[in-house]
T-cell receptor
């Protein structure tokens, strides 16, 4: 299967701990997006990359969140000093060019629970 | 500000037709997407509209009116497996997707 993959699928952590998630996009896709989704809501944009460059980061995103895409392939999202409000599904998506009808393909998500 | 509005929940009967509306106000417009999301799963692409009019794809159709900032998703011959959330998303001037909160569609036999 050459779709978007995410690891881990589930993560339970205690408040104050750091967590890191990984996303492997579809191989030929240049754009990679991170979203957060809570129950009954649509995906909330966190950040996106064009190849290895991080082009935009949501103003709502605190400094505890950081993302990298060092070689323009896989990406990592790190949350430092987790809080209970960080509990959510973290979705990664990729697209070929990021223009017009260029649909985003989503991974299965990482469900984070902060105790 | 940017805003996408769609109903929170709708109920329909198996075999019937349902229309899910979406209104939007965004900074720029580069198309409107509809995605389907089953509970606990990731969103999957259904349709894309950038010009006014109706796009038909099997049992699903999507309509767009740019002047009214309005779109709808029409689902025909409803099946139980169509029970899901339907997300409306607009691509803004930077090709960023602005997402609605989704419409939960409940299909009853």
């Amino acid at each position: 299967d050459t779709g978007v993959s995410q690891d881990p699928r589930h993560k339970i952590t205690k408040r104050g701990q750091n967590v890191t998630f990984r996303c492997d996009p579809i191989s030929e896709h240049n754009r990679l997006y991170w979203y957060r989704q809570t129950l009954g809501q649509g995906p909330e944009f966190l950040t996106y990359f064009q190849n290895e460059a991080q082009l935009e980061k949501s103003r709502l995103l605190s400094d505890r969140f950081s993302a990298e895409r060092p070689k323009g392939s896989f990406s990592t999202l790190e949350i430092q000093r987790t809080e209970q409000g960080d509990s959510a599904m973290y979705l990664c998506a990729s697209s070929l060019m990021g223009t017009g009808e260029d649909e985003q393909f989503f991974g299965p998500g990482t469900r984070l629970t902060v105790l | 500000g940017q805003n996408i509005d769609q109903p929170t929940e709708m109920t329909a009967t198996e075999g019937a037709i349902v229309q899910i509306n979406c209104t939007y106000q965004t900074s720029g417009f580069n198309g409107l997407f509809w995605y389907q999301q089953h509970a606990g799963e990731a969103p999957t692409f259904l349709s894309y509209n950038v010009l006014d009019g109706l796009e038909e794809k099997g049992r699903f159709s999507s309509f767009l009116s740019r002047s009214k900032g309005y779109s709808y998703l029409l689902l025909k011959e409803l099946q139980m497996k169509d029970s899901a959330s339907y997300l409306c998303a607009v691509s803004d001037s930077n090709y960023q997707l602005i997402w609605g909160a989704g419409t939960k569609l409940i299909i009853k036999p």
